[in-house]
């Protein structure tokens, strides 16, 4: 009984505010109502019965990744989104007819799959951190190490975009920046310090 | 049902009574005469014994004072970042035990608000929140200077998280390992069977000690506010009661973040199994066992924290502030290496049967 209002509100609140990400006009509060989103999703996942998916949801997405958007959102300092900036009538409503296209499939396939059945509860070893990390580090493995190995060719690539050219000339101060923390931002306040005020889209 | 909700409840209003309540007032006294008495003058004498009510005077002051919006205040953002502030620090503190399980009537309590698997990761997690209140309030405010300590808040909280959160996986390690689990309580029974964690991850601790004075933004690190740069940093814009939580949150998180330290490094609320004889003979002379051993371990977690709060108030007077690409090369370049290196120290060490 509480479980189900704890679902339908947190579920709820998960929509809705994803709804906000995308509609809202100033990237700010689309970067903040993605934090609703997230620390719903992580209460869903408590819900189901897997806390640690839950707290690496908060910790990883909510604590760091949507802090490094934010960080951008402001360092860049992206205004206020102009109404009726791009897309015609045309566009609106191949959009929208393209949207209910993909909600009838993937309504019509996930009603395929479990239509009709009732929702077993997850079982404690399937959710638990041994079982998990076993999967990882067995049946997993190759693709484990090679996501890895992405992530690592990204780093790398980002740090080589953002390093400081020897010679020629000189590369902006927020693209070094943004491209993250590992480049050493040492120079951050100097370039932000005037940038900054004429901000439209706070009022 | 109603014996576990009543349990929680009267732990959570008695964990908040003696570390929140009675801590905050106390450590800005603390911290003020201790300023004091490093810079040669006596600090705050008048009120009261040695100045002890000093504290509930300055409370009445930020009661009193006006409470000033800007204009050209994002007005949402700006009323919402000191409640940010607040929240994630007065809700970390439920994972950290004050006691061992003790037996109330026929039932066994143990004593910690909440005793989650994932604990740890948990009070990491919810702590991570707090960055958003001091973006929010520099991106709140419009203000130049406000703005630059939000943004500075971001990536350096972000960027000695990740130290922290390795310092304190590799304390797991063994523990898991032993125990089949790693809430912070069994933390605390594996520092009962072997030496404090202090000593085999002295690494470990000196990284988890510097993280965490850069995620309390206390002095060589307080660069989101950094009163000689910008004025005040991401609370310029605040007065009165706003600028009171953003205050009393940092002090809040000192002391949260004290008690897991002591937690996962210093035996957390043992002391040579001091508690449990201590308790024994109280309860000999009058009242239940299960109540003077959550006070005797309550009484042993503050002077641990205690200690580590000391610390903080003296360092804070002791070294100057960092420059901001020192910060960062010593978050990535010196202590994630160093985080790295002791995680795996620690696991070959448990895997040889060392730990």
New interface residues.
Partial sequence: MIETAIFLLFALLAVGSALVVVLHRNP?YST?SL?VTLVSLAVLFVLLGA??I???Q??IY???IV??F??VV??LNIGREEIGQHGGMLQKVLAGVGALVLLGMVGSASWGLYGGAVAKPLDEDFVSLTTLASELFSSYLLTFELVGLLLLVAVIAATVLAARPRSGERVEQEVEVAAG??A??????AT??DA??P?EG?? | MLFDLLATSVKLVFFLAVFLAAITPLMVWVERRFAGLIQDRPGPNRLGPLGLFQPIADVGKFFFKEDVMPAAADKLLYLLAPVLAVLPALSTFVFIPFGPAVEVGDRVVPLVVSNANAGVLLFLALSSLAVYSLVLAGYGSNNKYSLIGGIRASAQLISYELAMTLAVVAVLIPVSSEAGSFRLTEVVAYQQGHLWNVIPQLLGFFVFLVAMFAETNRLPFDLPEAESELVAGFHTEYSAMRFAAFFMSEYVNMTTLSALCATLYFGGWDLFGFPEWAAAALAGLFGPLWLWMGLVGMAVLVAKTGVFLLLFVWVRWTFPRFRYDQLMRLGWKVLLPLSLLNVLFVSAMTLAGVY
């Fill in positions: 700010v903040m934090v806390p640690f839950a707290a690496l908060i910790l909510t604590g760091a802090v490094l934010l960080f402001m360092l923390p590992a050493g931002p040492g120079p951050v306040t932000t310090g900054v005020l901000r706070v009022r």
